[in-house]
Structures are given as structure tokens and as C-alpha cells.
T-cell receptor
């Protein structure tokens, strides 16, 4: 079974609008962490935001926030006030405390910001 | 500055010609791993190492070898590359497997013809 599912292969958003990128996950480990990474066309992986399974509040980092719904096993990334520079591939990933495997990634969402 | 360095960054090679992608970290991290990225599949872990002389298979280890003779280096070896190993490869490092700060290399674009 897929551990991380990103159902939106591609998304478009108008500049200055907010956009939500979906991520659902599957784990039986009670302790885990969820990550979002941005990958611009140059290829490097840029860490955006992290949410721990025991964190009470949703994580926020500047224009990025993570909408964490534990019961639904979802960890959606919200980007507010989109900018042209936000056009990139976005990956959701999970780390399970009981696993030595570090990160399991979703298939990614290609976000395009329109002027 | 904490850094993971991969070489080469770009390579076109021919089927069957052995190649090594090097990965080096300038921290004292115990954990290192290799991922490959393919369209529609995201990043998948190839091999990982929890410390010197300790390596284990990830999700897609076939066709690859690794070694961890010293803490800073974790080379990825393709003994007989095939076209299906054409991919973008990332080396990653963290203090341990459970630490949230994960350093990625810049990626190595490998094409096997």
C-alpha cells in the first residue's frame, strides 16, 4: 500500500492566490513526522515545513502552513499569496520513528503559478 | 556550512560501463542514504547506512552497491548500468535516522544509453 499519496500531479494557481496541495499518509507507527519539500527546475530539494505526529498545533513557516488532520491522516500544504517563484515540484514525505528508512516520499505535485 | 556534496552532477554513460557516484558530508552524521527520483514515482530509497560499515537495502536496491568505510563518504556504485537506471540521484544525510534535519546533496543527473 502507498504510504504517501499525492493525488494532484499538477496544479495551477493565480499569482497572489492561496493554494492547497494534498497529501495523505498511511502508517501504524504512533510516532512519525511529515515533511514538505520544494524542488525547483534546477533539481535541488528545499525543505519547507515539518509536522510531528504529537504536535498539537499546525506548523507554519512564513507563507507555508501545514494543515494536519491526524484522524484523516492528511497533511496538506497551504501556500498563501502565491508567487511566480513558487512554481516547482512539491513533495510530501514521512518519517516513521520505528523505521530505519529515513523518508518515504509521495509522487509529487507540479505547481505552476500564473501571472 | 553543513553540506552534502555529490559528484558527478551530470553524467551520460553507456550500458555496462561501471560508474561510481560519490557522496561526501562535512558533518559528523551517522546516517546517510541514496534516493533515486523518477517521474510519477517521487523519490525512492536505494540504500542507507546507519553508521560506518553498516549498510542496508532500501526499496529499490537492485543494480546498485554501496559501501561505508568512513563516516563522511557513502559512494553509490553501478557495476553494470542499464538504461532503466537513468534517473536523478540524491544523497542525503542526517545525524541519525530519526532526526528531522536532513541534508540533501544537489542531485546527480545520470543518463545510461
Amino acid at each position: 500500500a502507498q504510504k504517501i499519496t499525492q493525488t494532484q500531479p499538477g496544479m495551477f494557481v493565480q499569482e497572489k492566490e492561496a493554494v492547497t496541495l494534498d497529501c495523505t499518509y498511511d502508517t501504524s507507527d504512533p510516532s512519525y513526522g511529515l515533511f514538505w519539500y520544494k524542488q525547483p527546475s534546477s533539481g535541488e530539494m528545499i525543505f519547507l515545513i515539518y509536522q510531528g505526529s504529537y504536535d498539537q498545533q499546525n506548523a507554519t513557516e512564513g507563507r507555508y502552513s501545514l494543515n494536519f488532520q491526524k484522524a484523516r491522516k492528511s497533511a496538506n500544504l497551504v501556500i498563501s499569496a502565491s508567487q511566480l517563484g513558487d512554481s516547482a515540484m512539491y513533495f510530501c514525505a514521512m518519517r516513521e520513528q520505528g523505521s530505519a528508512r529515513q523518508l518515504t516520499f509521495g509522487s509529487g505535485t507540479q505547481l505552476t503559478v500564473l501571472p | 556550512e553543513a553540506q552534502v556534496t555529490q559528484n558527478p552532477r551530470y553524467l551520460i554513460t553507456v550500458t555496462g560501463k561501471k560508474l561510481t557516484v560519490t557522496c561526501s558530508q562535512n558533518m559528523k552524521n551517522e546516517y546517510m542514504s541514496w534516493y533515486r527520483q523518477d517521474p510519477g514515482l517521487g523519490l525512492r530509497q536505494i540504500y542507507y547506512s546507519m553508521n560506518v560499515e553498516v549498510t542496508d537495502k532500501g526499496d529499490v536496491p537492485e543494480g546498485y552497491k554501496v559501501s561505508r568505510k568512513e563516516k563522511r563518504n557513502f559512494p553509490l556504485i553501478l557495476e553494470s548500468p542499464s538504461p532503466n537506471q537513468t534517473s536523478l540521484y540524491f544523497c542525503a544525510s542526517s545525524l541519525t535516522s530519526t532526526r528531522n534535519t536532513i541534508y540533501f546533496g544537489e542531485g546527480s543527473w545520470l543518463t545510461v544509453v
